[in-house]
Structures are given as C-alpha cells and as structure tokens.
C-alpha cells in the first residue's frame, strides 16, 4: 500500500499482540516495513506473529510482558528499545473481559438472587470486576506511561488505544467490560487533550462485533451455531455479518499514518459495520 509509505522504518509496539485482532494489526504494519514490536504473556504465540511479520516484510521482535505490571513494561521497553530505539506509535490492544465479571442474564428476575445456577449482579465479586477494569484500563495506563517518553516532541507519534462498541452504550451482561471499555474511551480523550501541545496524537479504534477466543462462547454455540445473543448481534449490525479483522486494519494504519490523519486526535472510530449507528427501528 503505497498510501502508507511514509510508516516505513517506524516502530510499532502493540500490547496483546499475540491476540486475533492485534494480531491482524501487527501484519498490517508489517506490511509497510515496519519494525513491529508485539507484547503479550505468551511467547509461544507471541514469536508465531513475529516470525509471520518478518515474512511480510517487517521487522518483528516477540517480549513477554504483564501490561498492569510496570516493572515488566519497563524491561520490554528496555528490550524493544534496544533491538530498534526510539518507539514511534504505541497500540494499546491489551484487555478484554472475563466471563466471572458477567452476569447469566440481560434482565433481574424475581429469585435469581437465591438461584445458585444465576450470577446475579449481586453476586458479581469485587476481585472480578478489578480484573477487568486493570486489564483494560490500567492496562492501557501502565505502557502509555512507559512508552510516552519516547513518543514525546517527535514528529509522526501516536498513540492508538482498543475501545468497543461497549464505549458508546453499555451491553448487557458484561457490565465489567462495558464500564471498563466505556474509561478508555474517555481516557483516550483525556490522553489527546494532555499531550496536545508534545506532539502526541492519542486516538482509539472501536471495534464493532468480531469472532475472537474471547466472546465465543457468548456468540456460538457448542456445535458452532449462533446463539441468541448474536442473532440479536446481527440483526443490529445493518451490514448483516460479523467483522472480519481485516476490516479494522485501513482504520489502523490510517490512525498511525501522520501524512492521512495528522490533525486527527481524541478520535474513537468505530469500525462496526452501522451497529453504533442503529438502533433497531
């Protein structure tokens, strides 16, 4: 992609990089030639990407790393620091949701407070909605807070968080997450009025309804079918389909590309096939 040239030689770092749809991130930049950074807790997967983003044409480089752990953060900087200098863009991908920050049902009903077979809202722990709120938020606050550094003063840095539909109005069981997704995004705004005046564009992408380890089994069930809840799904989405990764990736190098998005920050872009837009009449 031509269009993109100006990210070649750039360094990317993505947290949760070994993720579906980070991982889609991290061949799309690879694609430009650029050095590509992924960070993640598994090193198996992680080096999967890297060896797939040095085929296309990338530079990559596999860190183990706990995004809500801020020594570990500092020692992947330190790695990613010396295997290329200076970062250019950060991509905050991890985080995502747990399935003890859920409740089993949309709606409260007399009993299920007394239900042993229901997680009520009352029965959701405090130690389970932290997880979800430290996985997304203060996993998006640590590496900023590392990272930003080198960001600082330099022509063409970004800073580009992973928000959700859930940023824009609340989804029904998962109230961890949506309350969680809902920070970033108002974090996201917060981070681009901060660094306004540094050089530092801070955006965020969020993403309509993709198939990833994480949701299946809210969205199939065991035989592969679509429960009801993504029936619900795609009746809402006005293009008819879940989203496939590589839908996001134009919105992603869009937002890392300084040439095409140069006066664009405190944006969250949905990349949702009308699902934001609609609401059902």
Not at 194 to 211: D, E, Q
Request: charged letters at 20%.
């Amino acid at each position: 992609m031509d269009k993109f040239s100006n990210l070649k030689g750039k360094t990317v770092v993505i947290t949760g990089g070994s993720g579906v749809l980070c991982s889609h991130f991290a061949y799309a930049y690879a694609e430009q030639g650029m050095n590509v950074a992924v960070l993640g807790r598994t090193m198996a997967k992680l080096e999967a990407v890297r060896d797939k983003i040095n085929e296309l044409g990338g530079n990559g480089l596999a860190v183990t790393c706990d995004v809500v752990d801020k020594d570990s953060v500092i020692k992947a900087k330190k790695a990613v620091n010396d295997a290329f200098g200076k970062v250019d863009i950060l991509v905050n991908g991890a985080g995502g949701n747990h399935p003890r920050g859920n409740t089993t049902k949309e709606f409260y009903e007399d009993g299920d407070m007394e239900n042993p077979d229901v997680v009520s809202f009352f029965d959701l722990e405090k130690d389970n909605f932290n997880y979800v709120f430290d996985l997304n938020i203060v996993g998006t606050l640590i590496p900023t807070q590392v990272f930003m550094p080198d960001l600082l003063g330099r022509k063409g840095t970004s800073v580009i968080n992973v928000a959700s539909m859930s940023s824009y109005h609340p989804l029904t069981k998962v109230s961890a997450y949506s309350a969680a997704k809902a920070g970033i995004a108002n974090f996201t705004e917060w981070l681009a009025v901060h660094f306004s005046k540094s050089g530092v564009r801070v955006n965020a992408i969020a993403p309509g309804w993709f198939l990833t380890a994480q949701n299946k089994t809210l969205l199939t069930n065991e035989d592969g079918s679509l429960t009801e809840r993504s029936k619900k799904v795609i009746f809402h989405t006005p293009m008819d389909r879940f989203g496939d990764p590589d839908d996001l990736v134009g919105t992603m190098l869009y937002l890392a590309d300084d040439t095409l998005s140069g006066f664009v920050t405190g944006a969250v872009i949905p990349v949702d096939g009308g699902f934001q837009a609609y609401f059902g009449v």
